[in-house]
Structure formats: C-alpha cells, structure tokens
C-alpha cells in the first residue's frame, strides 16, 4: 500500500517561511504528478501546487511568488518551500501523488501563520 508522508508544518509568524516534505513509500514507481493541497476550516480542500515530470508546475493565484514546489523524482519526494506567510495560509496541508487512473493522499500536516 502506497504511503505518502508529510513534514514540515508548526506554527510560524506571518511573513515567515516553512518548507513542508512528502515522501513516498512502499512503491516501486514515481508518480507522475506530485501536488499539494489545502484545506482550511470550513473551507473545501483547494490545489495549492503540482508538478508533473520536473518542469511543468502549477500555482494557485494566491501562493504565486510565495510558494516553490519542486521534487526529487528518484526519492518520490515533493517539497514545497513557503515563504512571506500569511494568516490566511493557515490549513492543513496535503500531499497528492498520482499516476494513471490512481490517486494516493497523505494524512496531512497543519501550518498555523500567527498575525
């Protein structure tokens, strides 16, 4: 059963900066998109980054210029490094793999931005 892990999140003051991790476990393959997601109180989760390959990456509009995905394809590690930090970026954080039809999710990690 695949197993994706993710780190890195904790209470951090607005403007600060959080690299969050996922790793992959127990599969002999790379997915081929990676991507993080969100989900706020009350709210429905919502795409915040994916990768596809190494180069083709997307960005919600409200992380653009704050947030980097990136991966390491070998290790099936997603990383997502988040800087300027805003209250409203507060959520709990998921870890996406996909190849093909199949999808697998991480159990989460929550960021907390303090005002």
């Known amino acids: 059963q695949v197993q994706l892990v993710e780190s890195g999140g904790g209470v951090v003051q607005a403007g600060g900066s959080r690299r969050l991790s996922c790793e992959a476990s127990k599969i002999k393959f790379s997915f081929s998109t990676m991507a993080w997601y969100r989900q706020a109180p009350g709210k429905e989760r919502e795409l915040v980054a994916g990768?596809?390959?190494?180069?083709?990456?997307q960005y919600a509009e409200s992380v653009k210029g704050r947030f980097t995905i990136s991966r390491d394809i070998p290790k099936n590690i997603v990383y997502l490094q988040m800087n300027n930090l805003k209250p409203e970026d507060t959520a709990v954080y998921y870890c996406?793999?996909?190849?093909?039809?199949?999808?697998?999710w991480g159990q989460g990690t929550q960021v907390t931005v303090s005002a």
């Open positions: 990768i596809t390959g190494r180069t083709s990456i």
């Open positions: 996406n793999g996909r190849v093909g039809s199949a999808s697998s």
